[in-house]
T-cell receptor
Framework: DQQVKQNSPSLSVQEGRISILNCDYT??????FLWYKKYPAEGPTFLIS?????DKNEDGRFTVFLNKSAKHLSLHIVPSQPGDSAVYFC??????????????FGQGTTLQVKP | DVKVTQSSRYLVKRTGEKVFLECVQD?????MFWYRQDPGLGLRLIYF???????EKGDIPEGYSVSREKKERFSLILESASTNQTSMYLC????????????FGPGTRLTVT
């Protein structure tokens, strides 16, 4: 049962335009959401996060929006650059006891930004 | 800069072999994680550890075990490798209070024939 879903396996946009990557989740107990970016032959790297008590977080060209009623989050990249071409994973934090916990990842969306 | 290293980038093993995947981090992180990445399934958590000699099962622990004898090192063990364990294996680490901000190694592509 996939608790975090990225329904679009791939996305192609023109350089300079906006890229919007989407993610849906099912568990209302998730308290933190994150986006990771992965280039080929490298491990994922943390990109941006948002707490469940907020609805927007911005970091330069990257903005994450959270709609808790719809259990939906999205990552906006403006303007998109060819170097943004990568696989983007959405992840949700499932806290455990104390400071422990785990991340649950979506399937990933491959973004291609064309020059 | 946090550095997470994995012992091999590519590994080919035969069915039934015992396989060890090693992961080392150099930032004194308390938490360490093992994932596998498969097309269409994303990253799935196999095991994690929040302290030396401690381990917790993730979402798909069957067929795997782990060992954490030192804080910086986390090993994943395939007791008897099977073809359905052919995958990309990723190790990650994080600070104790920030388990969600994880730093990943480059991955090990394991093929079981």
């Amino acid at each position: 049962d996939q608790q975090v879903k990225q329904n679009s396996p791939s996305l192609s946009v023109q350089e300079g335009r906006i890229s919007i990557l989407n993610c849906d989740y099912t568990n209302s107990m998730f308290d933190y959401f994150l986006w990771y970016k992965k280039y080929p032959a490298e491990g994922p790297t943390f990109l941006i996060s948002i707490s469940s008590i907020k609805d927007k977080n911005e970091d330069g060209r990257f903005t994450v929006f959270l709609n808790k009623s719809a259990k939906h989050l999205s990552l906006h990249i403006v303007p998109s650059q060819p170097g943004d071409s990568a696989v983007y994973f959405c992840a949700a934090s499932a806290p455990g006891s104390g400071n422990t916990g785990k991340l649950i990842f979506g399937q990933g969306t491959t973004l291609q930004v064309k020059p | 800069d946090v550095k997470v290293t994995q012992s091999s980038r590519y590994l080919v093993k035969r069915t039934g072999e015992k396989v060890f995947l090693e992961c080392v981090q150099d930032m004194d992180h308390e938490n360490m994680f093992w994932y596998r990445q498969d097309p269409g399934l994303g990253l799935r958590l196999i095991y994690f550890s929040y302290d030396v000699k401690m381990k917790e099962k993730g979402d798909i622990p069957e067929g795997y075990s782990v060992s954490r004898e030192k804080k910086e090192r986390f090993s994943l063990i395939l007791e008897s490798a099977s073809t359905n364990q052919t995958s990309m294996y990723l190790c990650a680490s994080s600070l104790g209070g920030k388990f969600y901000e994880q730093y990943f190694g480059p991955g090990t592509r394991l093929t079981v024939t």
